[in-house]
């Protein structure tokens, strides 16, 4: 059970939804409404059903994709935090919980191929217009993904638009320091000016607090996604221990009073693991303790979040969470294959952006597909394209105008 106090900060946050849950972006079209089929329903397909999600399978979460293997990329890592969410709301007795998977499914459409290190560099390539993940989620939705004549983007309803804002920061606010090309690193979050307009329209028009409950939830999914699956993804790659992992916790004086507690699952899925029966391998030890210590942490970390300092958070587990997020990172990206993987994206997008916005090769923006050819934001919409491909397309395009990539080695300059 949870607390009455949650409960009912739970039911004020989605009350103030209730208007905004049936109003589109563009309110003179309306999705087909039917007994068994709502607003919230007709979004989660709209989104589901997009060109920009399928191409999640395509773009590097942590690991380089590959498509032999089966650890996870950014639509599995969406969809899992889509179930995340479900749980979660309905844990907190949400009425609705289909926004929230939508927001959910929605929430890395935003980030380019190549992962982090595609998005710091079409971060960094022009300081006057900084590229920004969750901001490009926002352009994607209502702009940029296609699905009618009269209408730009999906047109999902004003709950869902802003169940996918994290952060309410107008983009000039960044822009105004030019010298500063670590955008991303330095946390500087945003939203593009226009889109920034229109939130702070809905948000004071219809009396709104940011974040909305669908948002508070999608990012604490997204937090717990992190945190547990890139850990069972990485033990199965033998990119390190259990043992050495508990080490990194061990010297970090930050996550000193977590060792204990994590220790605690730990032997919880080891005692689990211990059981296997049936092919009696270390083999099938090894994943009966990856898929335990995942569902034990994942049961944990739902069960923890409760009302922290009037917004959604975690009782104890916080900073267990911080340190899973954190220390995994730090390990995985230490690894050779991810370094020279991240560092042959940044060779390919810095040739590709270079090529298209060359003004004399690429002249009116022939290069580019015909829905992003507007001269007069060139570099936006060379950005937008840019970010919109998967890992193995972008490499496909290099190779069209650059040539070949293997036999180049990898030192690329």
């Known amino acids: 059970?949870?607390?009455?106090?949650?409960?009912?900060?739970?039911?004020?946050?989605?009350?103030?939804?209730?208007?905004?849950?049936?109003?589109?972006?563009?309110?003179?079209?309306?999705?087909?409404?039917?007994y068994f089929r709502d607003n919230a329903d007709i979004d989660y397909s709209r989104v589901l059903y997009s060109s920009s999600c399928r191409r999640l399978q395509g773009k590097m979460q942590l690991f380089v994709p590959k498509s032999q293997v089966f650890y996870r990329n950014r639509l599995t890592h969406s969809h899992e935090v889509a179930q995340f969410a479900k749980t979660i709301s309905k844990r907190l007795k949400l009425k609705d919980n289909i926004t929230v998977q939508t927001c959910s499914l929605a929430h890395d459409i935003g980030n380019p191929p190549f992962g982090h290190?595609?998005?710091?560099?079409?971060?960094?390539?022009?300081?006057?217009?900084?590229?920004?993940?969750?901001?490009?989620?926002?352009?994607?939705?209502?702009?940029?993904?296609?699905?009618?004549?009269?209408?730009?983007?999906?047109?999902?309803?004003?709950?869902?638009?802003?169940?996918?804002?994290?952060?309410?920061?107008?983009?000039?606010?960044?822009?105004?320091?030019?010298?500063?090309?670590?955008?991303i690193s330095n946390n500087k979050k945003f939203l593009y000016d226009d889109d920034y307009v229109l939130v702070r329209e809905w948000i004071d028009k219809y009396n709104i607090s940011h974040k909305t409950i669908d948002c508070e939830i999608m990012d604490l999914s997204d937090e717990i996604a992190y945190a547990i699956h890139d850990l069972e993804d990485a033990l199965r790659l033998k990119y390190f221990t259990i043992d050495e992992l508990l080490y990194e916790f061990s010297i970090r004086k930050e996550y000193k009073d977590v060792i204990v507690e994590f220790k605690k699952f730990n032997v919880l899925a080891r005692q689990f693991a211990e059981k296997a029966h049936i092919y009696r391998t270390s083999e099938e030890y090894a994943m009966l303790y990856r898929k335990e210590l995942t569902s034990i942490l994942a049961n944990a970390f739902v069960r923890d979040i409760d009302l922290i300092n009037s917004k959604l958070g975690y009782k104890s587990l916080g900073l267990l969470i911080s340190g899973l997020k954190k220390l995994t990172f730090e390990a995985i990206k230490r690894q050779p294959d991810i370094i020279e993987y991240e560092q042959l994206g940044k060779h390919v997008l810095t040739k590709l952006y270079n090529l298209y916005m060359d003004q004399d090769y690429n002249k009116d923006m022939v290069l580019l597909p015909a829905n992003y050819r507007n001269p007069t934001n060139w570099n936006r919409k060379v950005q937008d394209y840019i970010g919109g491909m998967m890992d193995i397309y972008a490499i496909q395009q290099y190779e069209k105008y650059f040539g070949r990539l293997e036999g180049k080695g990898i030192y690329l300059k």
């Open 117 to 183: 290190a595609g998005e710091l560099f079409l971060s960094n390539v022009c300081s006057t217009n900084p590229y920004e993940g969750n901001a490009q989620t926002f352009r994607i939705l209502n702009r940029l993904e296609e699905r009618h004549y009269d209408f730009k983007g999906l047109n999902l309803t004003v709950r869902t638009m802003l169940g996918v804002v994290k952060y309410l920061k107008p983009e000039k606010e960044i822009s105004k320091d030019k010298n500063n090309i670590d955008v």
């Open 1 to 34: 059970m949870i607390s009455k106090e949650l409960e009912d900060y739970c039911k004020d946050k989605e009350a103030q939804l209730q208007e905004v849950k049936d109003i589109r972006v563009d309110n003179t079209h309306f999705g087909t409404i039917d």
